[in-house]
Nanobody, 121 residues
Framework: QVQLVESGGASVQTGGSLRLSCAVS?????MAWFRQVPGNEREGVAT????????LYVDSVKGRFTISRDMGKKIVSLDMNNLQPEDTAVYYC?????????????????WGQGTQVTVSS
C-alpha cells in the first residue's frame, strides 16, 4: 500500500503561482498529478517516471507547470505558474508501479485525498 498526502492548495488570482506537495510513503515507478472539476472526468496533468526521471505534461500546462521530486523528503511537487481560471480544480497525487507512465486514471491504484486550487480572475 502507498499513502499519499497532498497539501498546498489555495485561492490565487490569475497569473499567480502555487506549489502543491505530495508526501509519499514509498516511491513507485510512476508518480502523477491529476485534477478534477465537479461534473468532469479526472484529467492527468503531469507524470514523473522514477526509473529514468522522464517527465510528461498535458498540453494545457506545458511551460507553466513543473513536476519534480525530493527523494530525501519523499515529496513529489507540482509547481504551477501563470495560473488561469481554467486551472481551478481539485488536484490529486497518484502513484503506481505501472510499466509505462500514463495520464489515464485507470492505470493508478493509489490516490491522495486531493487539494483545492481556485484561480480567480
Amino acid at each position: 500500500q502507498v499513502q499519499l498526502v497532498e497539501s498546498g492548495g489555495a485561492s490565487v488570482q490569475t497569473g499567480g503561482s502555487l506549489r502543491l506537495s505530495c508526501a509519499v510513503s514509498r516511491w513507485t515507478f510512476c508518480m502523477a498529478w491529476f485534477r478534477q472539476v465537479p461534473g468532469n472526468e479526472r484529467e492527468g496533468v503531469a507524470t514523473l517516471d522514477t526509473r529514468d526521471e522522464e517527465l510528461l505534461y498535458v498540453d494545457s500546462v506545458k511551460g507553466r507547470f513543473t513536476i519534480s521530486r525530493d527523494m530525501g523528503k519523499k515529496i513529489v511537487s507540482l509547481d504551477m505558474n501563470n495560473l488561469q481560471p481554467e486551472d481551478t480544480a481539485v488536484y490529486y497525487c497518484a502513484a503506481d508501479d505501472i510499466r509505462v507512465c500514463t495520464t489515464s486514471t485507470r492505470d493508478f491504484t493509489h490516490w491522495g485525498q486531493g487539494t483545492q486550487v481556485t484561480v480567480s480572475s
